[in-house]
């Protein structure tokens, strides 16, 4: 690898907007995320986070700005003079290079643990079964579930559901990793073991997005935080920056207002 090349980012995001309607979503966010970078989205309600996720992982449509994954134009390819919208099969095949992990889990019900983690590389990748299944239960055995396999996603609790959804997301060995406010659906008390799964990915050197109101896991787990705030990126910062010497007004309010008491202490 060229050293331009490990410069290059594994994600670059230019002048994204997003509206509903008279909704904006997204106004103009600029960031890039780096290999094995995990890159924490925080901000208020309503700021654009989880829009932000979804355009990139093209569940969402764009109204400008554009994005880039190594260097490639997501959704978008060039055409004469100008740009034109990708066939069904080439935004799939751009889908295929990130995983994406959601609030509810989105776990086939109907199926066992192991083939909710095996059907993608076996149907959309064309690996093997028998290497796939090994993959499964190497994964479910990282995150804890090794006795699970034969589990349906009613037998498991919520934070063993966004487990499995993990490893599913990790068993197409993708780019770069999405997740849309893991915990949020979560009792309390399961929220530690999915973030302890995700604290393993991050040191294992998984590049990542996560969208997350955990701040405990934004300020120690992540290398970069961005601040999103009607749909602006306000800060875009490392981590320990971003919490010791918060620089706008928006975000010294946002942690006073959602951080524990020591983190209320930085922000203030």
Not at 113 to 131: C, F
Not at 210 to 239: K, N
Not at 242 to 255: I, K, N, V, W
Request: proline share 5%.
């Amino acid at each position: 690898m060229t050293a331009n090349e490990t410069l290059a980012p594994v994600l670059q995001v230019v002048g994204l907007r997003k509206t509903y309607g008279d909704n904006v979503a997204l106004d103009g966010v600029d960031f890039e995320v780096h290999a094995q970078e995990v890159v924490a989205v925080l901000g208020p309600s309503g700021s654009g986070k989880s829009t932000l996720v979804r355009c990139i992982d093209q569940l969402e449509s764009i109204e400008g700005g554009a994005m880039y994954l190594d260097g490639e134009l997501l959704g978008y390819e060039r055409h004469r003079d100008g740009i034109r919208p990708l066939n069904d099969a080439d935004v799939k095949r751009q889908q295929r290079r990130m995983g994406m992990v959601f609030q509810q889990f989105n776990l086939f019900p109907h199926w066992t643990v192991l083939r909710n983690i095996t059907e993608a590389p076996i149907k959309v990748h064309g690996v093997p079964a028998a290497e796939a299944k090994a993959r499964a239960l190497e994964l479910l055995a990282r995150v804890g579930l090794a006795d699970k396999a034969d589990a349906h996603p009613r037998q498991l609790s919520g934070g063993q559901q966004q487990r499995v959804a993990i490893a599913r997301a990790v068993a197409t060995n993708p780019r770069i990793l999405l997740f849309d406010e893991p915990t949020s659906s979560l009792d309390p008390e399961l929220v530690d073991e999915v973030l302890q799964v995700m604290k393993d990915l991050a040191e294992s050197g998984m590049t990542m997005i996560v969208v997350t109101h955990e701040l405990d896991f934004a300020r120690h787990v992540a290398d970069r935080c961005v601040f999103m705030a009607q749909g602006q990126v306000i800060e875009d910062r490392p981590s320990a920056e971003f919490f010791a010497d918060p620089r706008s007004t928006r975000l010294r309010t946002f942690l006073t207002r959602t951080a524990d008491a020591p983190a209320r202490e930085v922000g203030a």
